[in-house]
């Protein structure tokens, strides 16, 4: 089990390419990809392995830079093989990883990831 007093952000860290990052993540239960991690680490992880568009919440379009890889919630030792998608400035984490746990939201105080 995990547990993020942080709420509701918890540690998670990707694996693509021989590459791994780790920072903070916001979970976004509407969200139904795996991982939006920042446009920053292109550069690090180089073309990527396909371009996605992404309609934001304004309705306007753009492109994402998409690596396959695995993602881990830090603690938990389950990786999840996903898309990982570089896109804005934000860490997010969507119901592609997180519907393979259970997640409890406890009343804005803290997330507990079994």
Same mark, same amino acid.
């Given at each position: 089990?995990?547990?993020?007093?942080?709420?509701?952000?918890?540690?998670?860290?990707?694996?693509?390419?021989?590459?791994?990052?780790?920072?903070?993540?916001?979970?976004?239960?509407?969200?139904?990809?795996?991982?939006?991690?920042?446009?920053?680490?292109?550069?690090?992880?180089?073309?990527?392995?396909?371009?996605?568009? %992404?309609? *934001? /919440?304004? =309705?306007? #379009?753009?492109?994402?830079?998409?690596?396959?890889?695995?993602?881990?919630? &830090?603690?938990?030792?389950?990786?999840?093989?996903?898309?990982?998608?570089?896109?804005?400035?934000? %860490?997010? *984490? /969507?119901? =592609?990883? #997180?519907?393979?746990?259970?997640?409890?939201?406890?009343?804005?105080?803290? &997330?507990?990831?079994?």
């Amino acid at each position: 089990m995990v547990t993020s007093v942080r709420f509701p952000y918890v540690e998670v860290q990707f694996s693509a390419r021989g590459i791994q990052a780790r920072d903070s993540a916001y979970l976004d239960t509407g969200f139904d990809g795996y991982l939006i991690a920042p446009q920053s680490i292109t550069t690090t992880l180089g073309k990527p392995d396909f371009v996605s568009t %992404w309609e *934001l /919440g304004d =309705g306007s #379009l753009t492109d994402g830079a998409d690596y396959l890889g695995d993602i881990e919630i &830090v603690g938990m030792a389950r990786p999840i093989r996903g898309q990982i998608t570089c896109l804005g400035d934000d %860490w997010i *984490l /969507g119901s =592609g990883v #997180l519907n393979q746990f259970h997640v409890i939201f406890d009343h804005g105080l803290r &997330v507990e990831i079994h």
